[in-house]
């Protein structure tokens, strides 16, 4: 029995009216749907054991489908999916039928035509906006259950795991971790940071480097801490060398895990073509290698940027008066690193409304660059008691140590100190402040307190108060 004829969706149109169509471009209806052109479904509606010069027939057709340009559609409002599912479907069903009962050749010519493409991407984007809950990838599921990462980290990480087909490997990963002594929170915190982790061989590179960094002589408290702090040293080649390089820089094991936590690129930064230039450069700037170990806890991410940014900021450390050489140099390089030229500029403009000159304001952050880090209320408040007590501003540019030390802490103590053995007419009470200010808090003690705490009853009590703030300011001495 021949198969029934479908009927079709809309009466043959005369020739002239597809090809007046062709000029038009396919865009959605008003209600968001995607117009699909009936005489598109009454040619497929028509008898379909119709044979090739049929099909061939309707070129005008097939040129007007290679028109639906989905640039066009991509930048329209979105598509109704049940419309488009609806006429989809239809198309679909009428194709089915039709290339079921078609001749070979018939098959060919579609399919050797460029508009099969557009049937099965647009078959392929109605399945697509009709599945309402597509299934989360094992590999999201196991980041949030198995690793505490958050759902929007985990969809993130996952991308490095696509690879994987079973959790198998990352579940050995995260046991080998856990046996040896890493809790929960560093496993979240290391696979957060490096998620290709949970691809490591255990037996080929995880246990290999464990034991690398025993043999350095690394507690198992600290080997949790380093790789907690730098994830890549599970993996990165020459583990014991690297090691072997920054541990001279460092007096203790606890100075180099402060490094690599401040910077986790320490331990996989290239030493040949990174690091060694930008130490080789640093210590013909009279740093030794003592001060590189200590700017390094200071400023932890100089020490790994390219050569040329390194010989920038030293630049700029020589354009505020700092010589190569001077021991203030290292503070320099410190105050560049952490202020832009426009912060810097500012911080000059803030010191000169303070009263003091261009020249004097050049000549204090030649002798003290850290004031260009320090905060502008901290500075006015120090120098607004430095003037009530009698230190003007030469005495003060010439001594701007004084604005290192902390104001309730250090010199409201003192100067109360000095005040009070001044007004019992002790020697010691006119000492000169900042030499005062500038001893350590034992030769404070043992020269101006203790050998007066008798013939001053409470000075020594009142002293050690004031300086924790135990005491306020206006009941001080």
Not at 115 to 138: C, E, G, M
Request: a positive charge.
């Amino acid at each position: 029995m021949a198969p029934a004829t479908l009927p079709s969706f809309a009466p043959p149109r005369p020739q002239e009216a597809v090809l007046e169509d062709e000029g038009r471009e396919q865009r959605p209806s008003e209600n968001g749907s995607l117009r699909i052109p009936s005489h598109i479904f009454g040619i497929i509606g028509r008898n379909p054991r119709a044979g090739e010069d049929q099909w061939k027939s309707a070129g005008p057709l097939l040129e007007r489908g290679r028109r639906l340009r989905f640039s066009s559609l991509r930048n329209s409002p979105p598509f109704s999916s049940s419309s488009l599912g609806l006429s989809m479907g239809l198309l679909e069903r009428r194709l089915f039928y039709l290339l079921s009962s078609s001749s070979t050749a018939l098959k060919s010519t579609l399919f050797a035509s460029p508009y099969h493409v557009v049937f099965s991407l647009l078959r392929f984007s109605t399945a697509t906006s009709q599945d309402p809950s597509p299934k989360t990838p094992f590999q999201v599921e196991y980041l949030i259950n198995s690793c505490g990462l958050s759902p929007d980290r985990a969809v993130e990480a996952s991308k490095y795991l696509a690879h994987l087909r079973s959790p198998s490997k990352p579940t050995s990963v995260v046991g080998f971790l856990k046996q040896f002594g890493f809790g929960d929170e560093h496993i979240r915190k290391i696979v957060s940071w490096y998620p290709k982790v949970l691809c490591a061989s255990v037996n080929n590179t995880l246990k290999p480097r464990i034991k690398v960094l025993q043999e350095l002589r690394f507690s198992d408290c600290e080997i949790v801490q380093l790789v907690s702090s730098s994830p890549l040293a599970l993996i990165c080649g020459e583990l014991q060398r690297r090691i072997e390089f920054w541990r001279p820089l460092f007096e203790t094991n606890k100075q180099l895990l402060k490094a690599v936590a401040r910077n986790h690129h320490l331990l996989s930064a290239n030493l040949g073509k990174r690091i060694m230039p930008n130490i080789l450069l640093l210590r013909d700037c009279g740093i030794s290698d003592d001060q590189i170990g200590k700017m390094i806890l200071k400023i932890p991410w100089l020490i790994t940027r390219s050569l040329p940014s390194v010989k920038s900021l030293i630049q700029r450390a020589e354009e505020l008066g700092v010589p190569r050489g001077s021991g203030m140099f290292l503070t320099a390089l410190h105050a560049v690193s952490s202020s832009s030229s426009t912060r810097i500029k500012a911080k000059f403009k803030f010191l000169t409304s303070l009263g003091w000159s261009e020249a004097d304001v050049a000549f204090v952050i030649s002798k003290a660059p850290f004031l260009l880090y320090r905060s502008e209320k901290g500075i006015c408040d120090k120098m607004n008691f430095l003037r009530k007590v009698g230190c003007g501003l030469q005495y003060v540019a010439h001594r701007p140590g004084l604005l290192t030390y902390s104001l309730e802490g250090r010199m409201i103590p003192r100067y109360g100190v000095l005040k009070n053995l001044k007004a019992n007419e002790l020697p010691e009470g006119d000492l000169d402040f900042y030499s005062a200010v500038m001893i350590s808090e034992d030769k404070f003690l043992n020269k101006f307190v203790l050998p007066h705490k008798d013939r001053l009853p409470g000075l020594h009590e009142t002293y050690v108060a004031s300086t924790v703030g135990k005491v306020p300011i206006e009941r001080k001495f």
